[in-house]
């Protein structure tokens, strides 16, 4: 446990010294504050005839959660390809940690970095609170239902990144996957009617939906909690093969 | 050596194969047997205990036909609401139909408009309007002469509808 801490610690030290994290913050909390204030003001405007806090929510979480997936290989294409770039990565496979520590104390040093800069959205309910105050059990399943799609997404571009030793690759590629996975049911008109549904049980979007109206169901958990553990599998696997394939 | 690497491929891809099975039935296991904790405001997303005991009492075969438009942002509630209602009784099954790639059916149905919903049942028929496409505020069953019944986007309209609908098979002829 205590090499376990160790590497967790190294981990968000070399996230929170690099730039990169700072920067992507920064971007992510403007565009997030834009789409707070523009959603705010569309319902204050037009209203709609419905409960502009519930709808706010629903509309505003949606809107962060598409500047989050485009955050996300920004922060996880480092985590395997720097370090088989740069060789430390011999260093960390001779180290006396097994597979899966390494896994867990990478994954989990990325959830932290979300999970401060999701954090930081609880200031617009927080302002809204201040002026009115609101149930906030809707604000509890969004926030879980965030968690759970970020940690599917983060175990999805951890896996490719550790595949390559190019950062940008591995970037450009969990990009590529974490949009498709997000968008895949959205243009169910190109889709024959026989799989419509599978596309829509695979499709994120269609899971994640439901917490954003405050809807919290077991299959929606399983279905990210699956993803998660399948990407983490792929993961092992792939840190696994170096020792058969006699590769990084 | 090439051997080994390939023994090491195939318990690679069967191991993933395994795990993507597994991993798929106890997802599709919750989604049959799904709990559900509805943390919004009013708990409009959940079937209420009125509604659950009326689909309950179904016996007969229903089937509900909805007319949406693939692109509506609507569309996930209504998917959900539908999949509620005949995940609760086996006995109902729904459809959902894009007017705009099955205009011929559209047609056939005589369905001219968005989230329009045609209830069959025992070779009987009744049409009525989705509560996401309620009108003038209120939901209305035009089976039972267009009376205003349910607030709208209320989750537990459908099952309501379906009773009175059902209700309106043995009373008239439609």
Redesign the interface.
Known sequence: MRRFTALLSKELRALFAAPLVWFVGAVFLALAGYYFYTDLNAFITFGFGESIVEHLWQRLFNDVVRIVITIIPLITMRVYSEEKNLGTIELLYTAPLRDFEILSAKYLACMLVFVVIIGATALYPALIYRLEPFDVSQLVAIYLGMLLLISAMVTIGVFISSLTETQLIAAVFSYGAVLLLWNLSWNEAAVPNSVVGIVSQLCAYDHFEPFARGVIDVKDVAYFVSITIFAGFLTMRSMESRQWRGRR | MRG??AA?WLQ?VL??LG??TL??G??AS??LH????????GNR??LSDHALSVLREIREPVRITSFIR??DARN??L??LLWQVSNENPQISYTLV?V??NPALATQYGVDTYGATVVESGGKRADFTLPVESQN?STRCRATGNVPWTRP?DSRAVPECVKRCRTSFTTSSL
């Not at chain 2, 799904?34 to 405001?41: E, I, S, T, V, W």
């Open positions: 080994l690497v090491r690679t191991g993933a795990l993507i991993l798929a106890i997802t919750f989604y799904n709990a559900r904790f509805d943390l919004g405001p997303f959940t693939t692109e996930p509630v998917k959900d894009d705009n790639r505020g986007t």
